[in-house]
């Protein structure tokens, strides 16, 4: 698609919109169908839930141990050291006790653990692929109104906050519940009053942490919105870093980046204000608790009501108890960002294909190579009644060669994506031998429809990977064929490296021409039934057009060969030209037949030819007013 026809085409569709923004809300209802189908996800790993669980058990059991042992220990401590008994073997097999259970806390945590971040893992493996599938098969459509920095988000941030929901949520719900709930039970059984006392600063702990956290949750959401445009700033700079330096713009690139990054630092800043905000009362809460504790158990150890021991049972359950009841805070953000990852996610997945193999699909069988328009007519989503093509009907047959022009925003580019199905037509048929593309497979038809655009994209490799992507088998000698078809071949081997020189992010180590020539070149190894230039030569020179347009004669003999092209001078050797405007057909012949005509094409051809008298004498121009800004 050439860059006014892509401009137009998304001035015509829907506007790009962040479909997946971090910041935007999530319905309720969503949030808690997400945590559902992760439920159910995480049931597809049984073994591994059950250890992990299993393991739980075991970490409760061993940590609301220690306090029990430790108070028998300090009573065992206190008898030998006032003569009661003379005995250290219940003390020394108190410590052997504690040592062992401390030892088997340990592994049951790191069993845990391991288990844990296991099956969230395994869910995180098994979303990535299906969103990169499901980013694979989404129309054109989709992407035409969606930010790929979305896309990227919601395939790697919002996939983090799913795979710790296990964890981080679930299996902690269960520490957390069974610790707190069996402990509390234990210290209140043994007296009231100080296990009330020992648990008071719970309650506060465990709202000022989720409070903290969810506080955090959401300026973490906004800072990775800005961090998000910090990063677009930067990649805009390194992208177009020859502009930059050839205005002489450094400062202004520089005070940008500054702005954005003091945003992103002020936030920063806020997120730390919060943590010591409440942090410090939770500490505060804690000791509080734990002095009154120790004057209350202290008083009953001198009136003989309790011992030594079991007071250091309560204060030893209160350090083990601090760290978790402050984890019911993580523990809440967990559910929270489980469930708004969750729901972006399956949004994501839940997005119908709108062009997709049809039931019972076969291979597009090529037997003529007849290619057909059937009134077609099409309008991008969003577009309302204003249609990009409209009735639209001709016929290319195998060895034809078929030039598209007409001005910018005519429909050009659009009618060769409608071909490979990129967008589906919204009224008649496009057929390939008779069959209606809509039913034959994706895949068999993108084999027999190439196309190669005005942009073309290369990847971060050797020229010989990227021309070789559509067939990677592909052998030397036919590289090297394709490459001298595309007239590349003498520039490649004049290289240090030929084909095994890597070209830069995007190709930026190639001109314009010489990335056009790689994708030709990349676009006849696969050998289509139909092959669509659009606009593929547009920063080559005419010379070298030319040589292309001779070497590729004998490969366009036996297929069905669409050229769209501005410069009319590409166009001679066609066989028929179609001149589109408002994305109809107007005028149909070959070169000389429309010059004969004296119409559109006739005007457009001089105005090529003699820019600067037109532009001398605009009232004088022959052929109609539109023709004007035709060949801009």
Request: hydrophobic share 45%; net charge neutral; charged share 20%.
């Given at each position: 698609?050439?860059?006014?026809?892509?401009?137009?085409?998304?001035?015509?569709?829907?506007?790009?919109e962040?479909?997946?923004?971090?910041?935007?809300?999530?319905?309720?209802a969503?949030?808690?169908?997400?945590l559902?189908?992760?439920?159910?996800m995480?049931?597809?790993?049984?073994?591994r839930?059950?250890?992990?669980?299993?393991?739980t058990?075991?970490?409760?059991?061993?940590?609301?141990?220690?306090p029990?042992?430790?108070?028998?220990?300090?009573?065992?401590?206190?008898?030998?050291?006032?003569?009661?008994?003379?005995?250290?073997?219940?003390?020394?097999?108190?410590?052997?006790?504690?040592?062992?259970?401390?030892a088997?806390?340990?592994?049951?945590?790191?069993?845990?653990n391991y288990?844990?971040?296991?099956?969230?893992h395994?869910?995180?493996?098994d979303?990535?692929?299906?969103?990169?599938?499901?980013?694979?098969?989404?129309?054109?459509?989709?992407?035409?109104r969606?930010?790929?920095?979305?896309?990227?988000?919601?395939?790697?941030?919002?996939?983090?906050?799913?795979?710790?929901?296990?964890?981080?949520?679930?299996?902690?719900?269960?520490?957390?519940?069974?610790?707190?709930?069996?402990?509390?039970?234990?210290?209140?059984?043994?007296?009231?009053?100080?296990?009330l006392?020992?648990?008071?600063?719970?309650?506060?702990?465990?709202?000022?942490?989720?409070?903290?956290?969810?506080?955090?949750?959401?300026t973490?959401l906004?800072?990775?919105?800005k961090?998000?445009?910090?990063?677009?700033?930067?990649?805009?700079?390194?992208?177009?870093?020859?502009?930059?330096r050839?205005?002489?713009?450094?400062?202004?690139?520089?005070?940008?980046?500054?702005?954005?990054?003091?945003?992103?630092?002020?936030?920063?800043?806020?997120?730390v204000?919060?943590?010591?905000?409440?942090?410090?009362?939770?500490?505060?809460?804690?000791?509080?608790?734990m002095g009154?504790?120790?004057?209350?158990?202290g008083?009953?150890?001198?009136?003989?009501?309790?011992t030594v021991?079991?007071?250091?049972?309560?204060?030893?359950?209160?350090?083990?108890?601090?760290?978790?009841v402050?984890?019911?805070?993580?523990?809440?953000?967990?559910?929270?960002?489980?469930?708004?990852?969750?729901?972006?996610?399956?949004?994501?997945?839940d997005?119908?294909?709108?062009?997709?193999?049809?039931?019972?699909a076969?291979?597009?069988?090529?037997?003529?190579?007849?290619?057909?328009?059937?009134?077609?007519?099409?309008?991008?989503?969003?577009?309302?009644?204003?249609?990009?093509?409209?009735?639209?009907?001709?016929?290319?047959?195998?060895?034809?060669t078929?030039?598209?022009?007409?001005?910018?925003?005519?429909?050009?580019?659009?009618?060769?994506?409608l071909?490979?199905r990129?967008?589906?037509?919204?009224?008649?048929?496009?057929?390939?031998?008779?069959?209606?593309?809509?039913e034959?497979s994706?895949?068999?038809?993108?084999?027999?429809?190439?196309?190669?655009?005005?942009?073309?994209?290369?990847?971060?490799?050797?020229?010989?990977?990227?021309?070789?992507y559509?067939?990677p088998?592909?052998?030397?000698?036919?590289?090297?064929?394709?490459?001298?078809?595309?007239?590349l071949h003498?520039?490649?081997?004049?290289?240090?490296?030929?084909?095994?020189?890597?070209?830069?992010?995007?190709?930026?180590?190639?001109?314009?021409?010489?990335?056009?020539?790689?994708?030709?070149?990349r676009?006849?190894?696969?050998?289509?039934?139909?092959?669509?230039?659009d606009?593929?030569t547009?920063?080559?020179?005419?010379?070298?057009e030319s040589?292309?347009?001779?070497?590729l004669?004998d490969?366009?003999?036996?297929?069905?060969?669409?050229?769209?092209?501005?410069?009319?001078?590409?166009?001679?050797?066609a066989?028929?030209?179609?001149?589109?405007?408002?994305?109809?057909?107007?005028?149909?012949?070959s070169?000389?037949?429309l010059l004969?005509?004296?119409?559109?094409?006739?005007a457009?051809?001089?105005?090529q030819?003699?820019?600067?008298?037109d532009?001398l004498?605009?009232?004088?121009?022959?052929?109609?007013a539109?023709?004007?800004?035709?060949?801009?």
């Open positions: 698609m050439t860059q006014t026809d892509q401009t137009t085409a998304r001035g015509r569709a829907a506007p790009r962040r479909v997946f923004r971090r910041t935007a809300g999530v319905d309720s969503d949030g808690i169908a997400a559902g189908r992760l439920n159910r995480i049931l597809r790993y049984p073994g839930v059950a250890v992990s669980l299993l393991c058990l075991g970490v409760v059991a061993s940590q609301l141990s220690i029990v042992l430790l108070g028998r220990a300090v009573d065992q401590t206190e008898a030998l050291a006032a003569g009661t008994i003379t005995d250290r073997g219940t003390l020394i097999a108190i410590a052997l006790t504690l040592l062992a259970v401390s088997a806390r340990g592994a049951f945590t790191l069993l845990q288990s844990a971040e296991s099956v969230g395994a869910l995180a493996h979303l990535r692929l299906a969103v990169y599938d499901k980013v694979q098969r989404l129309p054109f459509s989709f992407h035409d969606t930010h790929s920095g979305d896309l990227i988000t919601v395939g790697m941030l919002d996939l983090e906050g799913v795979r710790m929901y296990f964890s981080t949520a679930l299996v902690r719900t269960v520490l957390l519940a069974l610790l707190i709930g069996i402990g509390a039970w234990l210290l209140l059984s043994t007296d009231i009053l100080l296990g006392l020992a648990l008071s600063f719970v309650p506060f702990a465990a709202w000022r942490s989720s409070v903290m956290q969810l506080t955090l949750r959401k973490w906004i800072l990775q919105e961090l998000g445009v910090l990063s677009q700033v930067m990649e805009e700079n390194l992208a177009g870093i020859r502009v930059v050839a205005f002489a713009s450094a400062p202004h690139e520089m005070g940008k980046f500054d702005a954005a990054s003091a945003d992103a630092l002020a936030l920063s800043h806020e997120r204000n919060v943590r010591v905000r409440n942090t410090s009362p939770m500490t505060l809460a804690f000791f509080a608790a009154l504790v120790l004057l209350v158990g008083r009953q150890v001198a009136a003989g009501e309790i021991g079991t007071l250091a049972t309560f204060l030893t359950f209160m350090t083990l108890l601090q760290m978790p402050r984890q019911l805070g993580l523990m809440v953000n967990a559910y929270a960002r489980g469930s708004t990852c969750g729901a972006r996610l399956f949004r994501l997945l997005m119908p294909v709108d062009i997709d193999d049809v039931a019972g076969t291979d597009l069988q090529i037997t003529d190579g007849t290619l057909r328009f059937e009134n077609v007519s099409f309008a991008y989503p969003g577009a309302g009644d204003s249609r990009a093509i409209e009735n639209v009907s001709f016929t290319a047959r195998r060895g034809e078929v030039g598209i022009v007409g001005a910018p925003g005519a429909g050009k580019s659009t009618m060769m994506h071909i490979p990129f967008y589906d037509v919204d009224a008649g048929r496009i057929t390939i031998d008779g069959q209606d593309i809509r034959v994706l895949s068999s038809l993108r084999r027999a429809v190439a196309v190669v655009q005005q942009d073309s994209f290369l990847f971060t490799t050797t020229i010989e990977n990227n021309i070789a559509a067939d088998f592909a052998g030397e000698g036919q590289i090297e064929e394709v490459s001298q078809s595309a007239q003498d520039y490649v081997a004049g290289l240090p490296h030929g084909y095994r020189t890597v070209v830069g992010e995007r190709g930026v180590s190639l001109s314009g021409g010489q990335r056009q020539r790689l994708s030709i070149a676009t006849l190894m696969t050998h289509p039934a139909v092959l669509i230039f606009d593929s547009a920063a080559i020179d005419a010379g070298t040589r292309i347009r001779r070497a004669r490969y366009a003999a036996d297929r069905v060969t669409l050229i769209v092209a501005h410069r009319l001078g590409s166009l001679k050797h066989d028929r030209i179609l001149f589109l405007e408002g994305g109809r057909v107007v005028e149909e012949g070169h000389d037949e004969a005509k004296g119409g559109r094409y006739k457009l051809h001089d105005l030819l003699r820019p600067d008298a532009m004498d605009d009232a004088a121009a022959p052929g109609p539109h023709m004007q800004g035709a060949a801009e």
